[in-house]
């Protein structure tokens, strides 16, 4: 990164445009190679088959990946972008089986939708490796300037430590009330880490002067500045102002969101009954106790219901220690649970809720009502989260963890809130496929952290 006048000049990297054009070549190549290597040789009546899914190949590429985050700045890791990867591949695999039977093109051998999808992922693994590390090349290790209160401050580091080494380093850290140090260490730093506990006018500074010196910024939002993703600018007389509109959704949104419901419930719950039945017998079998848990969770509009889930816990877990969360090394888990719990089949069972009403496909967790008591003490903001009904999957889950601090997870919840759409519930219903394939996504919260709330607490 050079500098001029103090300034910095941000590199650019690859096009995304260039980036969607290289995928959709890769993965229609992975389809043409899957047709050699199924059939030998491309022959008379199989090469129009093939030119017919080439456009259609390329569009659903392009959506699926686009839902699926790989055309966002991938703050993280390879492995997201390659769970994402198997996830798009696999989408891929079952539209082009659709629309080669739906077009009368399934004339060719079906080893060939074995064959293309291994080399669709091979092709696009080394294709978006070599992306990743050219991308992280380019922009280079950023010098990170991190502001804030120690104990928000002491979260985002912890963050940050998760993070490919090399994307970061972390220069300085500064509390509020020492703020007037702040443009000093600007000129040292690349991008800068606001993380809450500040005043209007600090970030005010703090946004004009890094956009001065094209500095990158990013800010963990209060949870106020979330509310107002869905406010509007109007004005009064000449003078404009924001206007706050309330978070609930209106009556077709209510009743588009239940249709889908129940359409996936019955749809998934068909498809899924079979295996039901059998992770039931194993549970009667290695552990004492009944198969299905019912506990009461707190739903839309502040209503309890009974949640139905696998039971995954030995009987009475909680009769000793009380309401806590789960911990990554809980011994009330059973071996099975384990499993279950890493694989979400757990949560099987509540697709009965999502027919009864109780719960919607996507919607923020249900939690118990003694947790939902201590989150609305410490965030009077927490009750926003029931103006809609509860869901198995949703936006914190998908990009959070079980063990995700509780004032995250109500931010991804209100952002939910604030910029609902189907489209929303159809992109967060994508993302859940390659979090099932996450398993450090459902690990519990570590031992005695904040997260661990006592009954007697």
Known sequence: MTERNGNSVKPEGIP????????ISLANLGLYFGFVVATGELQGFQIGPLFILFPAIALVTVLLFHNLGLYSSQLSGFTPILRALITGVIGLTI?????????????????????????????????????????????GQKKLLVIGSRNEVDHALEKIMCLPQGLFEVIKVLEPDKIEEFQPWLVKSDAVLVTGALTLEQKNQIIRESFDRGREVFIVPDLYEIILARAAITQVHDTPVIECHDMQLTFLQLFAKRATDLIFALLIGVITFPLLLLVALIIRITSPGPVVFAQERVGFRGKPFILYKLRT??????????????????????????????????????????????????????????????????????????????????????????????????????????????????????LTIPTLFNREAAKGVKSGTRETVEKKS
């Open 16 to 23: 995304k445009w260039l980036v969607a054009l290289v995928d």
């Open 95 to 139: 539209f082009s089986i659709i629309f080669a039977f739906w077009t009368r093109a399934f004339i060719f051998q079906r080893s060939v939708f074995i064959a293309a999808p291994l080399l669709q992922l091979l092709f696009l693994m080394g294709w978006r490796l070599l992306y990743w590390r050219l991308d992280l090349w380019v922009h």
């Open 313 to 430: 816990m030995i009987v009475d877990a909680e009769e000793e220690c009380g309401p806590v969360f789960s911990t990554e090394e809980d011994d009330r888990v059973t071996a099975v649970g384990r499993f279950l719990r890493a694989t979400r089949l757990d949560e099987l069972p509540q697709l009965y809720n999502v027919l009864r009403g109780d719960l919607s496909i996507v919607g923020p967790r249900p939690e118990r009502p003694f947790f939902v008591a201590k989150f609305q003490e410490e965030m009077p903001e927490y009750g926003l989260r029931h103006l809609v009904k509860p869901g198995i999957t949703g936006l914190a889950q998908v990009n959070g963890y079980y063990a995700t601090d509780s004032h995250d997870k109500l931010r991804y919840d209100l952002y939910y809130l604030a910029d609902y759409s189907t489209l929303m519930d159809f992109r967060i219903l994508l």
